[in-house]
């Protein structure tokens, strides 16, 4: 597997892997942290920005990751960009993920932000008011009704016991 892999990345599928991880989390965590005990605004506000862009490239990278990682090169482009979200005053904006953030991301939580904070308060207060026999029902009604939730459901562990029969 390893081996199909490193035929696309020019320092290999685990140093790509490995350079990704200390650059896309490492670092960020770090300067994170700094972040938060440093009196400035900016800061904050950088990596605060990042950590959003970044969770949501992962959640795209978590559903079509079999497809990017037979691009070529995909894991050195991601790399470039993640350095570019970082840098700071790249931009007019700021950094990469704060141009990202106020380019692509702000002007739709301006538009929908109001139905989503409804719908999540909507969300909290049914699961408060559920029952385990109700939650497990609702459950089966997503799996039933997200494609993507069907086929996790073929995976489930079943709580029927099996049954052996001894000849």
Not at 5 to 29: A, C, E, Q
Not at 31 to 51: G, P, R
Not at 82 to 104: C, D, M, R
Request: hydrophobic share 45%; aromatic share 14%; with cysteine.
């Amino acid at each position: 597997m390893g081996d199909c892999f490193s035929k696309t990345t020019m320092i290999g599928w685990w140093g790509s892997r490995i350079l990704g991880y200390i650059v896309s989390f490492l670092y960020p965590m770090y300067k994170s942290m700094k972040a938060i005990d440093s009196d400035e605004k900016d800061d904050d506000t950088q990596w605060l920005v990042y950590w959003v862009i970044v969770g949501f490239l992962a959640m795209i990278e978590g559903i079509f990751g079999f497809i990017l990682a037979i691009i070529p090169f995909y894991f050195e482009a991601k790399l470039a960009l993640v350095v570019w979200l970082q840098w700071p005053n790249i931009t007019n904006h700021g950094s990469g993920a704060e141009a990202v953030f106020t380019k692509y991301v702000s002007p739709y939580l301006k538009q929908y932000g109001g139905i989503v904070d409804t719908l999540l308060v909507d969300i909290r207060e049914s699961a408060q008011n559920m029952s385990p026999t109700q939650f497990t029902a609702a459950l089966t009604k997503f799996r039933n009704s997200v494609p993507i939730a069907r086929s996790a459901k073929k995976v489930a562990v079943s709580s029927e016991q099996p049954t052996v029969s001894v000849k």
